[in-house]
């Protein structure tokens, strides 16, 4: 947007002066990290807005090192140490949207690709290979870097580095030139200016270098996590580019992430794999988002961003990156399960879940009492009973497997009561939980398990009906084949979006429970070794984290094969070819039982053929996106220094609420506050990217009992000149009142292509 030179002459004048009468920028002066956010850039060769030059440089003059980030290639502004005065007065300046403290966000923390194969319905021939053929798709991680020596990272039988790109490989004394290659095509770190191991791309936490495996890591046979979970390493895409960008180190700085867009931005990745995100007790604004703000960018370049949906689950409204131009990733199970049972002295085996290298005989020889039985004379005896500390006697935990209820016990974790245990000589741990679901943490040399509690009838009854209880806790073993699964796993962030009820969030859901791939070398906190063992170059973690980049491996396959396909439809292919159903045919339950919704797992979970021929897709459009922005409450003189992309006479549609979100053109649908009074419309318009130019497709509707769901026209027909097809959606009701939120289906198919849309009627 231009701006009048004599008003920048003004305020240039104006900020002079301010900061002229300014302390120097110092942390010690009460200065800290703002960011200037000023919209989109005005060019694509990285020359700065007049307005973005002209702030930058006053505050240059008066502090040279002042700056921290200049973003100038995908969008416009700056970070910079600033007095919270300072920063108030930059945001009165002419194209600034917005101006506010340094956020620091948080990461979300093999088998899962074949038992994905597994779950797919249809025979369609697709190039998804495991090849170590290579392809020019570029995925960029915005993690914690990368371990370039794992095996997962070879670049043997890769191609030349494509010829489009133009990032560029960061050295430190830790990494040079050569540990970039044909696989890891592009790597850069954000230093933060303190020891931190943020002047390096290496990867000193494992999370970026698992994440990165993840989506893209070589075919390594043989990989395993000191024998659990034994099998093919492999990432969704094998033949796609890495491009590294390290954003976190000690924190995740909201400046750094913002740089690493811009820089994605300008070196040509294709897809932004993103396992992080912001704390959901923040309050939520789209101008301070700082992944929001960048992805926007990404996507008006024509990049697809993958987010994690986080890790605050199984909390209503608790998922995060949850704007409609984000994928947003949601969490599941495989089908493997690590299980660490228990052996009672009656003989009888109790599953539990964990992962633990116990080094109990196998034999019941040691005595099992219950945390209740050991209470201290002067404890709480509810405390007690849930292994607290200070409430349990010495002399009766001593040499004993010790049964702790976690049920409604959110101050202790596993951890937490292992340490109890420890300090008292306690040798093992029985925990009756359901606080980390289906999940296997890992517990080392310790044998302590998980039991849920409708699993722990049996022991109970067992120590009850002896005087002289016995058990052990054997070490962790691989199940394969495991059913049911996929279950939505109990820590992934849940929707309906914070932002907006009337867009269904997360979009999708993908393995991240207990998923094997590629470790760093180096000591981290989430590096467990046993006993006489060297660190391995594999680790099994969990987290949304987890799930992204299994959604950006396949996204970038699904790039290679069909090159001109939009960010949106490539989303939308991966959503409508989704599946609600398990392995054994039934409706995706969450790991504690109940049925899951679309506020779970959005369109359902991912399949690997079907996404590459979804047959229909929904284009959802940069006007989708800006109207979003109205409906939200932006305005349209701030929408217009968001986006150059803008048509000269857009403005705001003059009733621009929250509602009207439900009709922006996204492959799944949501409607708040339904009603059983009146009627409910929205529109959706579809294009055929099949195989054939002459095709029909019927609809089938799944529809809760008192919804009436009506489709106008009630077929699609789709011929060579007439590619784009819109429909409409009317809701209506014969239920007095809603009580709770309700979802169906509405699925189009042709015979050979089925594309599925979810939908939620929320009260």
Not at 593 to 610: K, L, M, Q, S, W
Request: a neutral charge.
């Amino acid at each position: 947007m231009k701006i009048n030179q004599f008003l920048l002459i003004l305020s240039f004048e104006f900020l002079f002066l301010f900061f002229g009468e300014s302390r120097s920028l110092s942390a010690d002066d009460g200065n800290q990290v703002y960011i200037v956010y000023m919209g989109a850039t005005d060019s694509t060769n990285g020359s700065l807005r007049n307005d973005h030059a002209y702030v930058l440089n006053t505050v240059l003059t008066r502090n040279k090192k002042a700056l921290v980030h200049n973003y100038k290639h995908g969008f416009s502004g700056f970070a910079a140490r600033l007095s919270k005065e300072e920063a108030n007065t930059i945001a009165q300046q002419p194209g600034v949207v917005s101006v506010f403290p340094n956020p620091i966000l948080k990461l979300h923390t093999t088998r899962s690709w074949d038992f994905l194969k597994l779950q797919n319905h249809t025979k369609i021939d697709t190039t998804f290979s495991n090849s170590s053929s290579s392809s020019n798709v570029v995925i960029g991680m915005l993690d914690t870097g990368i371990w370039p020596e794992a095996e997962s990272f070879k670049d043997n039988g890769m191609g030349p580095i494509p010829p489009g790109w133009k990032g560029t490989c960061m050295t430190s004394p830790d990494f040079n030139t050569s540990n970039c290659n044909r696989k890891i095509i592009g790597a850069r770190y954000y230093a933060n200016g303190d020891d931190d191991g943020s002047k390096t791309v290496r990867d000193n936490k494992g999370h970026g270098t698992h994440t990165a495996s993840t989506a893209a890591g070589n075919v390594v046979n043989g990989a395993s996590y000191y024998g659990l979970a034994n099998g093919t390493a492999k990432g969704g895409s094998p033949e796609s580019r890495l491009a590294i960008y390290k954003v976190c180190s000690a924190t995740c700085s909201g400046s750094s992430i913002l740089a690493a867009f811009d820089d994605a931005i300008s070196d040509g990745v294709d897809v932004l794999s993103v396992s992080l995100g912001s704390s959901t007790e923040l309050e939520r604004d789209l101008t301070t988002d700082v992944i929001a703000i960048g992805s926007f960018h990404a996507v008006q370049h024509g990049i697809l961003v993958v987010c994690s949906a986080g890790n605050d689950g199984p909390q209503p409204s608790s998922v995060t990156n949850d704007v409609p131009w984000i994928l947003t990733v949601g969490a599941t199970t495989i089908d493997r399960s690590l299980q660490s049972n228990i052996v009672l002295g009656n003989n009888k085996l109790v599953k539990g879940e964990a992962i633990n290298f116990s080094p109990l005989s196998k034999s019941a020889d040691y005595p099992l009492i219950t945390g209740e039985s050991a209470k201290a004379t002067t404890a709480d005896l509810a405390d007690a009973r849930r292994c607290h500390l200070d409430t349990l006697d010495k002399k009766k935990v001593n040499g004993s497997i010790v049964i702790c209820d976690g049920i409604d016990d959110d101050i202790y974790t596993t951890d937490d009561k292992i340490g109890v245990l420890q300090k008292l000589g306690g040798i093992g741990l029985v925990h009756i939980t359901n606080n980390e679901g289906a999940v296997a943490e890992n517990y080392g040399d310790f044998p302590a398990t998980i039991v849920r509690p409708k699993d722990d009838a049996t022991i109970l009854q067992y120590v009850n009906s002896t005087s002289n209880p016995k058990a052990t806790i054997l070490p962790t073993t691989t199940v394969i084949d495991y059913k049911p699964a996929p279950m939505v796993a109990f820590f992934s962030s849940r929707g309906p979006s914070p932002l907006s009820k009337n867009i269904i969030k997360p979009d999708i859901a993908a393995p991240g429970a207990d998923i094997l791939a590629a470790w760093t070398g180096a000591p981290t906190d989430e590096t467990v070794v046993p006993k006489g063992e060297k660190p391995s170059p594999y680790n099994i973690i969990s987290g949304t984290s987890m799930s992204c980049p299994h959604v950006s491996g396949l996204a970038s396959s699904i790039k290679s094969k069909n090159p001109t396909w939009s960010p949106s439809a490539i989303k939308s292919a991966i959503m409508t070819s989704a599946t609600p159903i398990n392995n054994i045919k039934a409706p995706i339950t969450t790991d504690l039982g109940p049925v899951a919704t679309p506020y779970d797992y959005g369109a359902g979970e991912i399949t690997t053929t079907e996404s590459f021929q979804p047959g229909l897709v929904y284009e959802t459009t940069t006007l989708d996106y800006f109207n979003y922005l109205c409906y939200l409450g932006l305005n349209t003189t701030t929408i217009k220094v968001i986006s150059k992309t803008l048509p000269k006479n857009f403005s705001c549609p003059k009733d621009s609420t929250p509602d009207h979100i439900s009709n922006i053109n996204y492959p799944s649908i949501a409607i708040s506050n339904f009603s059983s009074k009146g009627t409910f419309n929205v529109s959706r318009t579809v294009t055929n990217v099949g195989e054939l130019d002459e095709t029909v497709y019927s609809a089938t509707v799944v529809a809760p009992n008192g919804v009436k769901v009506q489709l106008i026209p009630e077929k699609l027909q789709f011929t060579k000149s007439s590619k784009t097809v819109s429909y409409q959606v009317v809701f209506s009701s014969t239920l007095t009142s809603l009580k709770e939120d309700i979802f169906g289906s509405i699925t189009w198919s042709n015979g050979k292509h089925s594309v599925r849309s979810p939908f939620a009627l929320t009260v």
